[in-house]
Structures are given as structure tokens and as C-alpha cells.
Nanobody
Framework: VQLQASGGGLVQPGDSLRLSCAAS???????MAWFRQAPGKEREFVAT????????DYADAVKGRFTISRDNDANTLNLQMNTLKPEDTAVYYC????????????????????WGQGTLVTVSS
């Protein structure tokens, strides 16, 4: 499976943006996630979702503002980002790991073996 993220752009603080990640194959067998990397910082966990879409986990910094979802029929992963802040500025990456049948709270880059290219989100007035 190959992943390709899209949907980034320049928005103002308080705006919303929706990122998508298209897979080249079926994603039903994968736990999926979003990470982000701000300039000069390490890549950090944003959110993850189990193979059915019924279980999710979020970083504290985005909880209540971001929503991760997936469409296994369309083989896509999404990230709805609301009330964006300047500190959300980063390159956002989608990632996948083989599903273990339940949600693994996998929050490090080492726990995912498939990565898409990033899409840049800039939040600035």
C-alpha cells in the first residue's frame, strides 16, 4: 500500500481544514494515523484510528478540535481540523501499520511502517 496526503494550505487562525490520505490499495487491514512535523521539530503524533474506524486516539494538543476518520470502501483516511491555531502549522503525514484487531495506542514514528508524503498546513493571519 502506498499513501498520498492532500488538502493542506494556508488558513487563518480559527479556520477549518480537511486533510485526506488516499491509498493505492485496500486499507482495511491497517491501523491508520496522522503525524505532523513543525519546522525544526521532531515528527509528532496527532491521531490514530483502528481498522474499523470505531476506535480513535488523539494527542492532547488536538483533542476536541481534530477528528480522524476513514472510509474503507474508498480506501481513504481523513483529518478534519477545526479551530486551527498557529501552533498547528506543520507538514502533516499519514501513516499505517498492520492492524492487530484492536486499537494500539501507537504514538511514535517507529510503530508505523508505511508513510505518505506530507502536506503543508500553515495557520497564519
Amino acid at each position: 500500500v502506498q499513501l498520498q496526503a492532500s488538502g493542506g494550505g494556508l488558513v487563518q487562525p480559527g479556520d477549518s481544514l480537511r486533510l485526506s490520505c488516499a491509498a493505492s490499495g485496500r486499507i482495511i487491514g491497517y491501523q491508520m494515523a496522522w503525524f505532523r512535523q513543525a519546522p525544526g521539530k521532531e515528527r509528532e503524533f496527532v491521531a490514530t484510528i483502528n481498522f474499523t474506524g470505531g476506535r480513535t486516539d488523539y494527542a492532547d494538543a488536538v483533542k476536541g478540535r481534530f477528528t480522524i476518520s476513514r472510509d474503507n470502501d474508498a480506501n481513504t483516511l481523513n483529518l478534519q481540523m477545526n479551530t486551527l491555531k498557529p501552533e498547528d502549522t506543520a507538514v502533516y503525514y499519514c501513516a499505517a501499520r498492520p492492524s492487530q484487531g484492536y486499537l494500539v495506542k501507537a504514538g511514535t514514528v517507529y510503530e508505523y511502517n508505511i508513510w505518505g508524503q506530507g502536506t503543508l498546513v500553515t495557520v497564519s493571519s
